[in-house]
């Protein structure tokens, strides 16, 4: 039993830290990330919301990498 509930604390706590940076990537940094996501609509980043919340150690990546790509010329 103890595995079993290792790996449900293991999940939730990715779930909660990829539902607090979903939130914070589909305000604030899809546009940055795909200049395509410019002006995007509210539907538009409420539905990459799900699989924000599943990738995000990979979008988190991204982002990091486009904001140190933009600050070095």
């Not at 103890?2 to 830290?17: E, K, N, R, V």
């Not at 200049?35 to 919301?49: D, E, P």
């Not at 990738?55 to 988190?60: A, I, K, T």
Request: aromatic share 14%; charged share 10%.
């Amino acid at each position: 039993m103890p595995i079993a509930q290792t790996i449900s604390d293991f999940l939730m706590l990715y779930l909660c830290g990829g539902l607090f940076f979903g939130c914070t990537f589909i305000t604030a940094g899809v546009a940055k990330v795909d200049s395509a996501a410019r002006g995007s609509s509210v539907l538009f980043r409420l539905l990459i919301l799900p699989a924000t919340v599943a990738f995000w150690p990979f979008l988190l990546a991204q982002w990091i990498k486009t904001a140190r790509h933009r600050v070095t010329p």
